[in-house]
């Protein structure tokens, strides 16, 4: 234990190392001198502060402070590190008279936000701990129970404040989220490796970060549906097509159930069947564990079948030897009772069990199901699909498919999950539950391999003489030496077991998620705290949100609350007007962000063919320096594309951001950020989905510093700001 909390110790201060103090504040009446903010709290030798915890009390002047209110203090100083050297000082003065001489002439700097934002990308998400403005602070702190909506346009830093709030929460609320986690849900792989860093360089490192794809233990999906199969996919008609899924696999068979076994052919009527079956359904258990009871049930009921029959048959057989009958014998106290005993029964079902065609007369009735069978059969048969929709119909309060969907819905036998299928597999396994027989025998294993290690325990007590003693105990000398493997985080358990429920949770794209996703991830958080991070502007799923009320009242019991980030600071404005007519075009009651700053180089739109490309890219790479550019195109050229740029990174694997141009499409673009960004075929973008105006939106503010749009044909509408650079 006191290993393990070391090395977590260590995790913790080497997350901290780059930057580990980068603020300090001076109060107006504080006498014994200025606070250093950090990124953990420090105490030297003698127990006396030395850096505060930005998270702390102490440290909130240094984000709340402003000209109007400064909370206090005299002096707000920003320190940029490299490694342990301090290599530039951002002072802002609230109160001149308050400084000393010394102080007064030592004052220096340029905003220190503004100095961050004309860093070249470094395909990682910067913390902003040092950098933390109003409105973001308020999101940071806020309070822990219910769902927090961050309404955010591009470039206003509703992520990186999302993951600070993380860090916050995990501070101010140690006891109750250490032990579960938080969990962080984004859009994609390329996006979790961006942002990987930002929680450990903050000193928090049990985090599980994940994608909707990898909700689901045992099974992971990258690729998209269709816009038309997604929005399918996503409707809460779902529920009720899986559940139809699960009782028609709870089936009574036609005429009753015939098998032969054991030289001997037994029925059970088909109403017994029906009755078995429908008590079993009212147990009120899930699938797999009401099976059992179906089982035994039916077992039970093959049992009598065979044990009447042989009595049929010995009193046949006492008949023709002549033997007088059994009602004739008067010192028979019942003459009429059944000649065998519940022991018998028991007996007999174990019997009839261990024969195989039973199990598998049986198992065709009610069989054992796992999740990616029962979706994985339901969408590629049309026979299950057909049945399955026909029985969501008697019960219409779930939402009933019309025939052309649920055939939409089919696909071929052996195809990859998709995103829209990990909804579905969590509902399945919702319904059907674990194997209860399964967990028995592991729980059987487990204590005969106790029983053996305390057994080999004893011996050694006995050999050394300690037995005699009483110093120790068998069961206390294996568990001293049992090896439990190596230690596991509370991450590690929690992204292991599909019912681990979470202290925290924060999703970012949240627009992004259907109703199906949404169920997924609150069977997660029981609690309901969340913090929902998007941009209804972004939407660019047809089965995402349109309105945050419409997703999350249902689930709020009404402790919904939300936060508006209203300043770009990602986006030059001369970008961001190109992006506001686009805005405009495609959801003209969304407002666009603010920006805060203008741009060094002017957007402009280049008409090219696409062979012009691979120059036109090799000209951005020079003008950027070390810094990132992104290619953001139509999904369906996406391939073509590829083949022009053979050295761009190609997909959303983590290690896409390092590379120094990435293709992409404007999907795959979501949530990160490029010094340059290169358009191709808006208009392809815009026809490619009913969303495609959310996606052009969404491609032109990627960028920090530079926007360039190259077509062919007509410029879109949209677009018409941009004049053409025809050089």
């Known amino acids: 234990m006191a290993a393990d909390e070391r090395a977590h110790r260590l995790a913790q201060l080497s997350g901290v190392e780059q930057g580990l103090c980068f603020g300090r504040i001076d109060h107006q009446d504080r006498p014994d001198g200025p606070l250093y903010i950090g990124r953990i709290g420090l105490r030297d030798a003698d127990h006396e502060v030395m850096l505060v915890d930005w998270r702390a009390p102490a440290a909130r002047a240094f984000y709340a402070a402003t000209p109007q209110s400064p909370n206090g203090l005299s002096r707000r100083r920003h320190l940029h590190t490299r490694g342990r050297t301090v290599v530039g000082i951002d002072d802002e003065v609230f109160d001149l008279d308050g400084l000393s001489d010394d102080d007064r002439s030592g004052l220096v700097g340029e905003a220190a936000l503004l100095a961050a934002l004309r860093t070249g990308r470094t395909g990682r998400m910067h913390d902003i701990v040092a950098t933390i403005q109003g409105e973001q602070d308020r999101v940071i702190r806020s309070k822990l129970q219910g769902i927090l909506v961050v309404q955010g346009g591009p470039g206003t830093g509703k992520t990186v404040a999302a993951l600070h709030r993380a860090a916050y929460l995990l501070y101010t609320h140690r006891q109750t989220l250490e032990r579960r986690g938080?969990?962080?849900?984004?859009?994609?792989?390329?996006?979790?490796?961006?942002?990987?860093?930002?929680?450990?360089?903050?000193?928090?490192?049990?985090?599980?970060?994940?994608?909707?794809?990898?909700?689901?233990?045992?099974?992971?999906?990258?690729?998209?549906?269709?816009?038309?199969?997604?929005?399918?996919?996503?409707?809460?008609?779902?529920?009720?097509?899986?559940?139809?899924?699960?009782?028609?696999?709870?089936?009574?068979?036609?005429?009753?159930?015939?098998?032969?076994?054991?030289?001997?052919?037994?029925?059970?009527?088909?109403?017994?069947?029906?009755?078995?079956?429908?008590?079993?359904?009212?147990?009120?258990?899930?699938?797999?564990?009401?099976?059992?009871?179906?089982?035994?049930?039916?077992?039970?009921?093959?049992?009598?079948?065979?044990?009447?029959?042989?009595?049929?048959?010995?009193?046949?057989?006492?008949?023709?030897?002549?033997?007088?009958?059994?009602?004739?014998?008067?010192?028979?106290?019942?003459?009429?009772?059944?000649?065998?005993?519940?022991?018998?029964?028991?007996?007999?079902?174990?019997?009839?069990?261990?024969?195989?065609?039973?199990?598998?007369?049986?198992?065709?009735?009610?069989?054992?199901?796992?999740?990616?069978?029962?979706?994985?059969?339901?969408?590629?048969?049309?026979?299950?699909?057909?049945?399955?929709?026909?029985?969501?119909?008697?019960?219409?309060?779930?939402?009933?498919?019309?025939?052309?969907?649920?055939?939409?819905?089919?696909?071929?036998?052996?195809?990859?999950?998709?995103?829209?299928?990990?909804?579905?597999?969590?509902?399945?396994?919702?319904?059907?539950?674990?194997?209860?027989?399964?967990?028995?025998?592991?729980?059987?294993?487990?204590?005969?391999?106790?029983?053996?290690?305390?057994?080999?325990?004893?011996?050694?007590?006995?050999?050394?003489?300690?037995?005699?003693?009483?110093?120790?105990?068998?069961?206390?000398?294996?568990?001293?030496?049992?090896?439990?493997?190596?230690?596991?985080?509370?991450?590690?358990?929690?992204?292991q077991d599909r019912t681990w429920a979470y202290g925290h949770v924060i999703v970012d794209e949240a627009q992004e998620l259907s109703e199906m996703a949404w169920r997924t991830v609150m069977r997660r958080i029981p609690t309901r705290s969340l913090t929902v991070v998007g941009d209804l502007a972004q939407t660019g799923s047809a089965a995402g949100a349109r309105s945050w009320s419409g997703v999350l009242e249902r689930y709020a019991n009404g402790r919904l609350h939300q936060e508006r980030l209203l300043v770009n600071y990602r986006t030059p404005a001369e970008i961001m007007e190109v992006a506001a007519d686009v805005l405009k075009a495609v959801a003209p009651e969304q407002e666009p962000p603010e920006s805060v700053r203008d741009g060094d180089t002017p957007p402009r739109a280049v008409p090219i063919t696409a062979s012009d490309l691979p120059r036109l890219v090799a000209a951005e790479l020079e003008a950027v320096g070390k810094g990132r550019a992104a290619v953001i195109v139509p999904d369906a050229r996406h391939h073509e594309i590829a083949a022009l740029l053979p050295e761009a990174a190609t997909d959303t694997a983590p290690g896409t951001l390092d590379s120094p141009v990435a293709l992409l499409t404007a999907t795959q673009s979501k949530g990160l950020e490029f010094d340059s960004v290169i358009v191709v075929d808006p208009a392809g973008i815009i026809e490619a989905s009913p969303k495609g105006g959310h996606d052009l939106y969404v491609a032109i503010t990627r960028t920090t510093r530079r926007l360039t749009v190259a077509y062919e044909g007509d410029l879109p509408t949209a677009l018409g700001r941009l004049a053409p650079d025809l050089r």
């Open 182 to 495: 938080v969990l962080v849900v984004g859009p994609n792989p390329a996006f979790l490796r961006y942002i990987g860093q930002v929680l450990p360089s903050l000193g928090e490192t049990d985090v599980v970060l994940t994608t909707v794809g990898g909700l689901f233990p045992g099974a992971h999906a990258d690729t998209a549906d269709d816009p038309d199969t997604a929005v399918l996919k996503g409707s809460l008609r779902m529920v009720g097509l899986i559940r139809a899924a699960v009782r028609d696999r709870q089936r009574v068979p036609r005429g009753g159930l015939r098998i032969r076994t054991g030289g001997m052919d037994l029925a059970v009527l088909e109403s017994t069947c029906a009755n078995i079956r429908d008590r079993a359904r009212d147990l009120g258990l899930k699938h797999n564990v009401a099976r059992t009871f179906f089982i035994t049930e039916m077992l039970s009921a093959l049992a009598h079948d065979q044990q009447e029959r042989l009595e049929r048959s010995m009193r046949e057989a006492e008949e023709a030897a002549g033997l007088p009958d059994a009602d004739s014998i008067p010192e028979l106290e019942d003459p009429d009772a059944p000649l065998w005993s519940d022991q018998d029964i028991e007996a007999a079902r174990e019997t009839l069990w261990s024969d195989p065609g039973v199990q598998s007369a049986l198992d065709a009735l009610w069989p054992l199901l796992t999740p990616q069978r029962l979706v994985g059969d339901l969408l590629c048969d049309p026979e299950l699909m057909a049945t399955a929709a026909a029985e969501a119909e008697q019960k219409p309060q779930d939402g009933v498919l019309a025939e052309h969907e649920w055939r939409a819905l089919l696909r071929p036998a052996g195809a990859e999950w998709t995103l829209g299928d990990i909804p579905l597999l969590d509902e399945a396994a919702e319904l059907l539950g674990a194997d209860p027989s399964a967990q028995r025998a592991r729980e059987r294993a487990a204590e005969r391999e106790r029983l053996a290690e305390e057994r080999y325990a004893q011996g050694v007590l006995e050999f050394t003489g300690l037995f005699e003693d009483q110093m120790m105990g068998s069961a206390d000398l294996a568990d001293r030496h049992r090896d439990f493997g190596p230690p596991v985080t509370t991450a590690e358990r929690a992204a």
